[in-house]
């Protein structure tokens, strides 16, 4: 239920497979940008040049050289790939769906009524395809739809600006996922014996959420605070509460404590801003690397994933809870001891193994508070 934007003036299309020579005659600009055959694709005029130009290499190589396992999960570095079913995989990032999956997980567990017996297997299995494959899939796919012409500029051989998937295609995948998703949602509320749908309306809320996340005109991505504690909220509180809903109530103080956990996850999204600033900076987007520079950024982020969990642990210490608050406690000192070996020295050259990391303890932070309110 869970993931840049102004319109670029130019854009100067290089050739990947000839990255040495050097043209001195012609020089490709755009100068439209149309679906022919319900295709995107990019037109382009020649003009005269007097001097040599450069080809624009993008900043990873291209699909090509890639990876077929990097394809499957929806990462940067993928392979290229002809089957539309692949391709309509690798649009969805399977890669971004576990922490949806511990989220139900979590909520299950903070319910206190999950039982290990088969309907509440299968109640849990399709709250997690509901929160995976549906709902992220359909806020991954939406958001490399707006993203599109941005990608044909800095990744053009991406599925949506390569052409390899159809303008129609991808639509009606957005629809399909939606509607899935939602459908999914309207069953297991049947399923509970719910009198008020309360997992429909959280799956409602969480795909609009995800549509003024990556659509104009509020984009919310395009800001720092607002998309990163949106992003953090969609992957940590939402699932949390549609797994609680299913198995049980969901009550206010679940509701406070999920949403400040949200604030740990705009930490964690401030994260992977770090390796994209200089293009945020050229598209005008506000990160908060940009808003606030590097060094200051950093800072900002340690403390919304430390502070966050050490009021967690505070709460439960007050809630007359101390061995679970003792447990948050030892799960938060391997992440600082990672921040300041990895993260604080260099978050752009050290991101990958500071998350690898670190993030272990800190989902198991959050099974750990679950099953700390179930009891």
Not at 87 to 106: A, D, M, N, S, Y
Not at 187 to 215: K, Q, R
Not at 272 to 296: C, M, Y
Not at 338 to 366: E, I
């Amino acid at each position: 239920m869970a993931s840049v934007l102004n319109t670029v003036p130019s854009l100067r299309i290089s050739n990947f497979n000839n990255t040495n020579r050097v043209r001195t005659r012609q020089v490709f600009t755009p100068s439209s940008v149309s679906f022919t055959r319900r295709r995107l694709t990019i037109r382009a005029t020649e003009t005269d040049a007097n001097e040599a130009v450069k080809p624009e290499a993008p900043d990873k190589a291209p699909a090509a050289a890639g990876s077929s396992f990097n394809q499957l999960l929806g990462i940067k570095g993928a392979a290229e790939e002809t089957n539309i079913w692949k391709i309509r995989l690798q649009l969805t990032k399977p890669v971004t769906w576990p922490p949806l999956v511990w989220g139900v997980v979590c909520g299950a567990a903070a319910s206190g009524n999950f039982h290990w017996n088969v309907e509440d297997v299968a109640k849990s299995i399709v709250c997690m395809m509901m929160s995976g494959p549906f709902l992220t899939g359909y806020t991954q796919t939406l958001n490399d739809w707006y993203d599109r012409e941005i990608d044909a500029m800095k990744e053009p051989y991406r599925p949506i600006p390569s052409g390899a998937i159809s303008e129609n295609e991808v639509i009606t995948q957005i629809w399909l996922l939606l509607l899935g998703g939602l459908g999914l949602a309207g069953l297991l509320d049947v399923w509970a014996g719910h009198d008020f749908p309360i997992i429909f309306y959280l799956a409602l809320g969480g795909s609009l959420l995800s549509y003024i996340y990556s659509a104009p005109p509020l984009k919310l991505k395009q800001n720092g605070w607002i998309g990163n504690f949106a992003l953090g909220a969609s992957y940590i509180s939402l699932p949390w509460w549609a797994g609680q809903a299913l198995f049980g109530t969901l009550t206010p103080d679940i509701i406070v404590l999920t949403t400040l956990y949200s604030i740990a996850g705009l930490g964690i999204a401030i994260v992977n801003d770090f390796k994209s600033i200089e293009g945020d900076r050229e598209l005008g987007l506000q990160s908060l690397p940009v808003a606030f520079g590097e060094e200051t950024a950093k800072w900002i982020c340690v403390g919304a994933i430390d502070i966050t969990q050490l009021s967690v642990a505070g709460y439960l210490l007050g809630a007359g809870k101390p061995y679970y608050a003792l447990a948050l406690l030892a799960l938060i000192i391997p992440q600082v001891i990672f921040q300041f070996q990895y993260f604080l020295k260099d978050p752009v050259k050290y991101d990958v193994k500071y998350q690898a990391s670190a993030q272990p303890f800190l989902v198991l932070g959050l099974l750990v508070t679950a099953l700390a309110t179930s009891h």
